[in-house]
């Protein structure tokens, strides 16, 4: 397996309850009809101005970041659609996800469950937003204009809360207005000015999530909720965070390779932490390596991609 350096860094004449649920089912099956008309539709029309990156979008406010990449895992990515919008079925799910380049979210945590911030990267054909995603089909428009702009943006709220800011972009989750007010600056800047990413996260962070093209990468500055997930065991590894990659097992293709990279707040914690681990995972020393006094880098670890579902409440 190829090693990376990890520090370079979604009326029917019946009556009583069968009469609604049928017509829950038909609205959902409408509602999911419409969505994937919208998706697989396609449009051509140029962006106008600068460019915006979907990376730029995601704010620094979440404790766990995640770029997946379509090339490492489309599985992922339909579980990432259907896990924002639960009527959504497999086989649409699936031809939704063939439209994606990749997908950026930040997570938090909680005893009430995951919030989720989306950034998505893709074909969005925005000429055939109003002929599906209105009133008619269950859906609540609004505009919204940023303080400092003049441009109005449509924000869809139905199953999942979402807008589609630029041909490119399609949002989710939470703060949509603070993604569209920074879409909104930075789409005002001259095309020329593309060459910068104007991130909310610090620049080895961006470059990081950026350069994830055929590995799932990830970074978790809160790791506890992370690492039980993996291990199933309670580790108080004294950490200051996480970071690290999924490949695919050409071998096993539910499966994942894992290299993760550890920063412990000092030398003591990393022995500490390092021991725990090996017996967490069942780590050999050809797997294991320390960088300094605090970094440990683990090497291709194999994990069954179920346990990054569940890490992701999918």
Same mark, same amino acid.
């Given at each position: 397996?190829?090693?990376?350096?990890?520090?370079? &860094?979604?009326?029917?004449?019946?009556?009583?309850?069968?009469?609604?649920?049928?017509?829950?089912?038909? $609205?959902?099956?409408?509602?999911?009809?419409?969505?994937?008309?919208?998706?697989?539709?396609?449009?051509?029309?140029?962006?106008?101005?600068?460019?915006?990156?979907?990376?730029?979008?995601?704010?620094?406010?979440?404790?766990?970041?995640?770029?997946?990449?379509?090339?490492?895992?489309?599985?992922?990515?339909?579980?990432?659609?259907?896990?924002?919008?639960?009527?959504?079925?497999?086989?649409?799910?699936?031809?939704?996800?063939?439209?994606?380049?990749?997908?950026?979210?930040?997570?938090?945590?909680?005893?009430?469950?995951?919030?989720?911030?989306?950034?998505?990267?893709?074909?969005?054909?925005?000429?055939?937003?109003?002929?599906?995603?209105?009133?008619?089909?269950?859906?609540?428009?609004?505009?919204?204009?940023?303080?400092?702009?003049?441009?109005?943006?449509?924000?869809?709220?139905?199953?999942?809360?979402?807008?589609?800011?630029?041909?490119?972009?399609?949002?989710?989750? &939470?703060?949509?207005?603070?993604?569209?007010?920074?879409?909104?600056?930075?789409?005002?800047?001259?095309?020329?000015?593309?060459?910068?990413?104007?991130?909310?996260?610090?620049?080895?962070?961006?470059?990081?999530?950026?350069?994830?093209?055929?590995? *799932? &990468?990830?970074?978790?500055?809160?790791?506890?909720?992370?690492?039980? *997930?993996?291990?199933?065991?309670?580790?108080?590894?004294?950490?200051?965070?996480?970071?690290?990659?999924?490949?695919?097992?050409?071998? $096993?293709?539910?499966?994942?390779?894992?290299?993760?990279?550890?920063?412990?707040?000092?030398?003591?914690?990393?022995?500490?932490?390092?021991?725990?681990?090996?017996?967490?995972?069942?780590?050999?020393?050809?797997?294991?390596?320390?960088?300094?006094?605090?970094?440990?880098?683990?090497?291709?670890?194999?994990?069954?991609?179920?346990?990054?579902?569940?890490?992701?409440?999918?």
């Amino acid at each position: 397996m190829k090693k990376h350096n990890l520090r370079s &860094r979604n009326k029917f004449g019946m009556t009583g309850r069968h009469s609604w649920m049928t017509r829950y089912r038909r $609205h959902a099956e409408l509602v999911s009809a419409s969505i994937l008309f919208l998706l697989l539709a396609g449009c051509k029309s140029a962006p106008a101005g600068r460019p915006v990156d979907a990376l730029e979008l995601i704010d620094a406010e979440s404790s766990f970041y995640i770029a997946v990449p379509r090339a490492a895992d489309n599985v992922l990515i339909e579980r990432i659609i259907t896990g924002f919008y639960k009527d959504a079925s497999e086989s649409d799910a699936k031809m939704i996800a063939d439209r994606v380049n990749k997908v950026y979210c930040g997570l938090n945590r909680s005893r009430h469950g995951t919030e989720v911030q989306a950034s998505v990267e893709g074909n969005i054909p925005k000429k055939y937003l109003p002929k599906v995603l209105n009133a008619k089909n269950g859906w609540v428009v609004t505009d919204y204009t940023p303080e400092a702009g003049t441009k109005s943006y449509k924000v869809y709220s139905g199953p999942v809360e979402m807008t589609f800011p630029s041909d490119t972009i399609a949002c989710a989750g &939470r703060n949509l207005e603070g993604m569209l007010n920074k879409f909104d600056s930075l789409s005002s800047l001259p095309a020329e000015d593309s060459n910068i990413l104007y991130s909310e996260l610090d620049e080895v962070l961006t470059s990081y999530l950026k350069g994830a093209e055929t590995e *799932i &990468r990830f970074y978790a500055n809160k790791p506890q909720s992370f690492l039980t *997930i993996l291990t199933g065991a309670q580790l108080d590894l004294k950490l200051i965070d996480v970071k690290g990659n999924f490949t695919t097992d050409p071998k $096993h293709p539910n499966q994942y390779f894992l290299d993760l990279d550890f920063r412990f707040k000092n030398g003591t914690f990393l022995k500490a932490g390092k021991t725990l681990l090996t017996l967490a995972f069942g780590l050999t020393n050809s797997q294991e390596q320390i960088i300094g006094e605090s970094e440990l880098i683990i090497h291709d670890i194999r994990i069954d991609k179920q346990q990054l579902y569940k890490l992701l409440s999918l």
